[in-house]
Every structure is written in C-alpha cells, then in structure tokens.
C-alpha cells in the first residue's frame, strides 16, 4: 500500500532524524492542548501555524487536503446538528427551524480541534514506518501485546491485500462482472470465505515458520533510536509553542 507522505520522506530529512518517540509524543502533546484550548480564536490561530509546518517538511497541500477530506464530512454533519439541537438563543431561523448560537460555537469548535488535530497527526506520524512506529511505541512503554498486534496487522494488511487481489483477478479471469442479482451476492460470499481460508492457510504457514526461526514472544529491535539535540531543539520548540498557545487562550 502507498502512501505519499511516506514517499516524500526524502523531502523533509530535517524531521526524519527526530528520534519517532519524539515526534510521537509532539503529536499527542499537541492534540492534548487543541483538545485544552477554549477560545476558538487561538485554535484558528493554530490552522496556518500547522499548515506552515506542514509546507516546511515537504509535504503537498493536495495530499494534505485529501487526507483531510474523509475527517471533514463528519464534521460537516455536526456542523448542521448541532444548531439545530442545542439550546440556546438562535442566531437565524428559518420559519419553525431555528439554528442557536452555542449549537453553532461548539460545531466550529469541534470542526478547529478536529482540523488541527488530524494535521498534527499527518505531519508528524504519517510518514513513520510501521516497524519503526511500532519499535518506538515499545521505546514509550506501551505493552508489548499491544505494539505486537500493531506490526503483526501493518505486515497482515499486505498479505491479506495480496490474497484478495489473486481472487480478483481469478474473478476477472471468468468474466465475473458484479450486479444486483443471488449470483452476485453468492459470488461475493463464497469471495469472502475463500479470502478468509486463504488468511488463515497463511497465518499458520508464517506461525511456523516463525517457530522454526525461534521467535519467543517479542521482536528484537532491529536498530535502536536515541534522542539527540535535534530531538532537544525540536521538542522544546514545541513545547514553547504550546504553553503559548495555552497562555493565549487563558488571556482571551
């Protein structure tokens, strides 16, 4: 599966040498203080701050806007509800329909904080490995049982993918062309559970295999990071950014 923020990894060397526990916990670190953040002027403030950045390690405002794209619907929704459903003074009406103003403050509160956090993420997270995501999360403390079921889905994903694909094109190879008809829903069925078998055939091909190599529970980590004073810079950069955030918002 590509990814185009892992593609452009060679346009922004500056942040794929921060250590991934470092930009890890930047990006949580942020999207504690949106989710802190009261005043919609500070969290508006932050669209471009991010944005910025984002221009900065390389990335194309396309890619951006069309990741953003499947978050914006669900807010979008909100955006319509919630004056609709929260009480309050209404600051237009249409008829018997009135849409209220603190409906219509929370909705772009949510629309700010959601924005602002799914850019924290992109930017910092998105172009990480999941072997090394997955190393750095085991670095951070998380339990071993949790960061082995992340690697062992990122490296399933691709087979399972792999596996569907073959089916495909054994479909295509019949001349099978999808409708609204029992043939169709019974095709796509019998695709469902072939898919599963073969998942399960591999599952225990690579648990064998795994055995024979002596796998005893956990990974061993294939290159260990370490913090240096670009880890240092960049996290007290962060950090100065925040508490000016949150010194703002407290002041507005």
Same mark, same amino acid.
């Given at each position: 599966?590509?990814?185009?923020?892992?593609?452009?990894?060679?346009?922004?060397?500056?942040?794929?040498?921060?250590?991934?526990?470092?930009?890890?916990?930047?990006?949580?670190?942020?999207?504690?203080?949106?989710?802190?953040?009261?005043?919609?002027?500070?969290?508006?403030?932050?669209?471009?701050?991010?944005?910025?950045?984002?221009?900065?390690?390389?990335?194309?405002?396309?890619?951006?806007?069309?990741?953003? &794209?499947?978050?914006? +619907?669900?807010?979008?929704?909100?955006?319509?509800?919630?004056?609709?459903? !929260?009480?309050?003074? &209404?600051?237009?009406?249409?008829?018997?329909?009135?849409?209220?103003?603190?409906?219509?403050?929370?909705?772009?509160?949510?629309?700010?904080? !959601?924005?602002?956090?799914?850019?924290?993420?992109?930017?910092?997270?998105?172009?990480?490995?999941?072997?090394?995501?997955?190393?750095?999360?085991?670095?951070?403390?998380?339990?071993?049982?949790?960061?082995?079921?992340?690697?062992?889905?990122?490296?399933? &994903?691709?087979?399972? @993918?792999?596996?569907?694909?073959?089916?495909?094109?054994?479909?295509? $190879?019949?001349?099978?062309?999808?409708?609204?008809? $029992?043939?169709?829903?019974?095709?796509?069925?019998?695709?469902?559970?072939?898919?599963? !078998?073969?998942?399960?055939?591999?599952?225990?091909? !690579?648990?064998? $295999?795994?055995?024979?190599?002596?796998?005893?529970?956990?990974?061993?980590?294939?290159?260990?990071?370490?913090? +240096?004073? @670009?880890?240092?810079?960049?996290? &007290?950069?962060?950090?100065?950014?925040?508490? +000016?955030?949150?010194?703002?918002?407290?002041?507005?």
């Amino acid at each position: 599966m590509t990814n185009p923020f892992a593609e452009e990894a060679g346009a922004r060397p500056w942040l794929d040498v921060l250590d991934a526990r470092t930009r890890i916990v930047s990006a949580l670190a942020i999207v504690a203080a949106v989710l802190a953040i009261r005043s919609p002027l500070v969290l508006l403030a932050g669209l471009p701050a991010l944005i910025a950045l984002a221009l900065a390690c390389g990335l194309r405002l396309r890619d951006i806007a069309a990741r953003m &794209a499947h978050a914006e +619907g669900f807010v979008l929704v909100l955006l319509l509800m919630l004056p609709l459903t !929260v009480p309050g003074p &209404a600051f237009a009406a249409f008829g018997p329909v009135e849409f209220s103003q603190p409906g219509l403050d929370r909705a772009l509160k949510i629309l700010l904080r !959601v924005n602002l956090s799914a850019l924290a993420v992109l930017i910092l997270l998105a172009g990480l490995e999941p072997i090394r995501f997955g190393h750095a999360l085991a670095g951070l403390g998380v339990p071993q049982k949790l960061t082995h079921l992340l690697l062992f889905s990122a490296r399933w &994903a691709a087979l399972v @993918r792999q596996e569907a694909l073959r089916l495909h094109d054994a479909l295509r $190879a019949r001349a099978f062309r999808a409708s609204t008809s $029992a043939h169709t829903l019974r095709t796509l069925g019998h695709f469902t559970g072939q898919l599963l !078998v073969r998942a399960l055939e591999r599952a225990e091909r !690579v648990d064998e $295999a795994m055995r024979c190599r002596g796998f005893a529970g956990r990974f061993a980590l294939v290159a260990e990071e370490r913090p +240096g004073a @670009r880890d240092a810079v960049f996290a &007290a950069a962060v950090a100065l950014c925040l508490l +000016g955030a949150l010194v703002a918002d407290r002041l507005t």
